[in-house]
Structures are given as C-alpha cells and as structure tokens.
C-alpha cells in the first residue's frame, strides 16, 4: 500500500478587477476548504502596477501556504475550480483578471510540462510574488533557482506596497 505524503506547498493569489481585496479574501476562505488539505498561513495583501501589459488597474497579490496530500496536478485542478467560482474569463494571456491563482512551488518539486511547471516559471522574476513568499518563508531555498534573499536582490520593488496585514 503507498501513503500520500504531505507536502508543503505555495500559492501565488493575484486580482485586478471586481473589488480585488474581496477576491483574495474570498479565495483564502476557499483554499481553507479544500479537501485533503490545510492553510497555514497566508501573507499581508499586496499592491502593485501592473507588470506586462499596460493599461490595466493596479494588481492585489498574496500568497498562501498550504500543506497538502493533494498531487500538484490535483491541486492545480482545485485551484481553477476557484478561479471559475469566482467568475474568472480565461480570454486574454496576460489581461486583467478577477482572480489568479497560480501553483509556485509543490513541495522540492521540478518538473516542466505544458500544463504544470514546478517551480512556477516565473517564480524568480516577480517582486509581486517574492516579496509575500519571503513573508512567510524567509529562508526558503527555491529549487532550481536558489535562497529567496538572492533572488529578491535581483528583483524591482518599485511601486510594491503593503496595503493590508494578514
Ligand atoms: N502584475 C502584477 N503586479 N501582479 C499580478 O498578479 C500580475 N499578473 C499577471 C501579469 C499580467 C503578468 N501582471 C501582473 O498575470
């Protein structure tokens, strides 16, 4: 017989429409729900301008942490099914968005697919995310990429602001 493990793992939260603040509220009390799983912690709220595309409103970030014997690929699925909860439109790659939900790391996990890459690809290149991951993690080594200090070394803050506590 072959038990789950648990694992620990992170997910970046992002919302630029509909009241954003509400959305990552309301997608916290989700993760808290989901099945086989647990919320640990999550991070302050987060604003920032938008990175990509111009001319979208300012982004609401977070990121949760999680401990879960969900497969990264079960989680994932979970994942989208709150995006849909709550109206997200899968139109545009890098539009606005009423809630994103993104996996960055499953445990030591690496792997590259077309639908899952473990770490989040972008992982390293985003003060949006690093600055929250550090919050609740602030010795994490993220594989492939290195200890989350040095990677934040690298990184713009500009604009990247508290503006609630957890
Ligand atoms: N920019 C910020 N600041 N926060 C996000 O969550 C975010 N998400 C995106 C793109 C469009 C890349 N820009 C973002 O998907």
Redesign the pocket.
């Known amino acids: 017989m072959s038990v789950a493990a648990c694992e620990r793992a992170y997910v970046?939260?992002?919302?630029?429409l509909a009241d954003p603040s509400s959305q990552l509220r309301q997608a916290i009390d989700a993760l808290a729900q989901l099945p086989d799983t647990r919320l640990l912690n999550h991070s302050s709220l987060y604003s920032?301008?938008?990175?990509?595309?111009v001319g979208?409103p300012?982004?609401?970030?977070a990121v949760a942490e999680l401990e879960t014997y969900l497969s990264p690929s079960d989680l994932l699925e979970a994942l989208q099914g709150i995006e849909d909860a709550q109206g997200r439109c899968r139109g545009l790659?890098?539009?606005?968005?009423t809630l994103?939900l993104d996996l960055l790391l499953w445990g030591t996990r690496e792997q590259s697919s077309t639908t899952l890459s473990l770490p989040h690809p972008?992982i390293h290149n985003?003060a949006?995310?690093l600055v929250p991951l550090r919050e609740l993690a602030p010795a994490l080594e993220i594989p492939g990429h290195g200890l989350i200090t040095r990677l934040l070394d690298a990184v713009s803050r500009v604009?990247?602001r508290v503006v609630a506590l957890p």
């Open positions: 970046g939260l992002g919302s630029n920032s301008p938008a990175e990509g595309p979208q300012d982004y609401l970030n790659r890098w539009g606005a968005r994103d972008e985003r949006f995310v604009g990247l």
